[in-house]
C-alpha cells in the first residue's frame, strides 16, 4: 500500500520562508506532486518530481530524494494569499493509477 | 476555458435514494478520478479510469459505482446513499495520469 506524512500545520510571517516536508511509503514510486487548496476552493496542481532534484517555479520549490523516500515544498517571500493548504501526492506504478494524497499541511500567513 | 465541470455544487438527499453526480472535462485527458475530502482525512480516491471503459477501485469504493462510456464524462452514482457518504466530492481530469491534475469546483453532499 501506500502512505504519507507531512506535518498538519505551519504557521509564518510574510516574507518569510517556509518548508512542508512529506515523507512516503509506497511499493512503486512513480513520482511526488503538490496540490494546494485554498478554503473552499479546489486543489490545483503547483509541480512534480519524477526524479532526485529541487523543481524550481518562482516562489515555489519542491525537492525529492527517492532514496530517502522524501520530498518537500518550499515556500519563499510568503505573501498573505500563500495561506491555504498544501497536500503532496504519490502516484504508486504497481496499482495502476491510483494517486494517493496526504493529510495535508495547512500553512498560516501572518502580516 | 480548459475546465472540469461538476453538478451539482451542492446536494443534500435522503437515506437510500439513488443519485448521481456528473462530471465532464473538455480537455481530451484520458485520466480521470473521483475523491472525497473529509476533515482530518485528506483526499481519497475513491474511483479512476485510465480510458473510455477502464476503471478501477482507490481506496474507498464501497457504496459507488462509476461509468466512463464517453472520454469527457465520468458520473459518481450512489445507489442508496448513506449518511456516511456525507463528504465534499471532487472530480478530477489529467493528461498523463500521474501529476496534473485539474480538479472541478467539488460537490458538498449531505445525506439525511
Known amino acids: 500500500g501506500q502512505s504519507l506524512e507531512q506535518p498538519s500545520e505551519v504557521t509564518a510571517v510574510e516574507g518569510a520562508i517556509v518548508q512542508i516536508n512529506c515523507t512516503y511509503q509506497?511499493?512503486?514510486?512513480?513520482?511526488l506532486s503538490w496540490y494546494q487548496q485554498h478554503d473552499g476552493g479546489a486543489p490545483t496542481f503547483l509541480s512534480y518530481?519524477?526524479?532526485?532534484g529541487l523543481e524550481e517555479t518562482g516562489r515555489f520549490s519542491s525537492f525529492l530524494s527517492r532514496s530517502d523516500s522524501y520530498g518537500y515544498l518550499l515556500l519563499q517571500e510568503l505573501q498573505m494569499k500563500d495561506s491555504a493548504s498544501y497536500f503532496c501526492?504519490?502516484?504508486?506504478?504497481?496499482?495502476?493509477?491510483?494517486?494517493?494524497f496526504g493529510g495535508g499541511t495547512r500553512v498560516l500567513v501572518k502580516p | 476555458e480548459a475546465q472540469v465541470t461538476q453538478n451539482p455544487r451542492y446536494l443534500i438527499t435522503v437515506t437510500g435514494k439513488k443519485l448521481t453526480v456528473t462530471c465532464s472535462q473538455n480537455?481530451?485527458?484520458?485520466?480521470m478520478s473521483w475523491y472525497r475530502q473529509d476533515p482530518g482525512l485528506g483526499l481519497r480516491q475513491i474511483y479512476y479510469?485510465?480510458?473510455?471503459?477502464?476503471?478501477d477501485k482507490g481506496d474507498v469504493p464501497e457504496g459507488y459505482k462509476v461509468s466512463r462510456k464517453e472520454k469527457r464524462n465520468f458520473p459518481l452514482i450512489l445507489e442508496s446513499p448513506s449518511p456516511n457518504q456525507t463528504s465534499l466530492y471532487f472530480c478530477?481530469?489529467?493528461?498523463?495520469?500521474?501529476?496534473?491534475?485539474?480538479f472541478g469546483s467539488g460537490t458538498r453532499l449531505t445525506v439525511v
Open positions: 479510469s485510465m480510458n473510455v471503459e477502464v476503471t
Open positions: 480537455m481530451n485527458h484520458e485520466y
Open positions: 518530481n519524477a526524479l532526485d
Open positions: 478530477a481530469s489529467s493528461l498523463r495520469g500521474a501529476y496534473g491534475y485539474t
Open positions: 509506497t511499493s512503486g514510486f512513480y513520482g
Open positions: 501526492a504519490v502516484r504508486d506504478w504497481t496499482a495502476g493509477n491510483k494517486l494517493t
